[in-house]
């Protein structure tokens, strides 16, 4: 049996926060329009190596990649991911 590509989804950034136990991490939360899956990206920031690590509105994602966000916040991720793509286009850096 031949498998099946899944195409990428295009979820929109909605939270960054920063950890609460690491001091040098990030946490990127994008999530799809609807607000029903969402993907989290941690990210150690790099301060005194000069990288710039760029964050943009959006990002494809693999579906295997995407939780299924609690339904306590679907409707804060719908609402935050459709301002954020009614404002920016998905490569601009935020």
Known sequence: MAE???EP?????VERTYGDDELNLVILTYATPDGERYLRKE???????GAKR???AAIDADPANLG???PEDR???????SR??????PEETL
């Open 9 to 13: 989804v295009r979820v929109w950034l």
């Open 75 to 81: 409707e804060y991720f719908a609402d935050a991911a």
């Open 68 to 70: 299924e966000t609690p």
């Open 4 to 6: 099946t590509a899944t």
């Open 84 to 89: 954020t793509a009614e404002k920016y286009d």
């Open 43 to 49: 990210r150690a920031l790099t301060s005194f190596t």
């Open 54 to 56: 760029e964050t943009t």
